[in-house]
């Protein structure tokens, strides 16, 4: 009866696993001054399936949005954009100048060294959504990641 409670949970937690199909790479979030009402958060993901990054919550936050930094003539522009595709097997890098995560109207600073929930929801090729929970670090204001991918370069 054991063996058999014990091989459930083993398959149970198998499952569990295979539905996980997005990985987290190196998640943090840059640290504020005191009156500061936003931030960024940047990672690499790698999902498994094909998928798109659809949405982001945090509790620290009034809102959370997906931004993209391109440039528009002679400046660079940031805005707000639906999604971001994550191709299968290849990472996605959600970096300062490129497709990022904003943490608006912020409802406490972010000290260097705390962790900040952050929920990101992804989107399968079949339309079902699954959401990713993080506690994600706080660096300093001058940090500055290279994406894991170049790492080296």
């Known amino acids: 009866m054991i063996k058999r409670l014990l091989l459930a949970a083993a398959a149970g937690l198998l499952s569990l696993q ?4 997005v990985g987290v790479t190196d998640p943090w979030i840059r640290a504020t001054v005191p009156a500061q009402k936003a931030t960024g958060a940047f990672m690499q993901l790698r999902s498994a399936k094909p998928a798109r990054l659809v949405g982001a919550s945090s509790p620290a936050a009034g809102r959370v949005e997906i931004h993209q ?9 940031m805005h707000a954009v639906d999604a971001v595709e994550l191709p299968a097997g290849q990472p996605v890098d959600l970096a300062s100048g490129g ?8 409802k406490r600073q972010m000290k260097e060294g705390e962790q900040v929930p ?14 990713v929970a993080l506690s994600v670090p706080v660096r300093p204001l001058a940090y500055s990641a290279r994406p894991a ?5």
């Open 99 to 106: 497709y990022h995560i904003m943490l608006l109207d912020l």
């Open 118 to 131: 952050l929920t990101l929801v992804v989107a399968g090729a079949d339309g079902k959504r699954e959401n």
């Open 149 to 153: 991918a170049h790492a080296g370069h």
């Open 69 to 77: 930094m391109e440039m528009q003539g002679q400046s660079m522009r």
């Open 18 to 21: 295979a539905a996980a199909q």
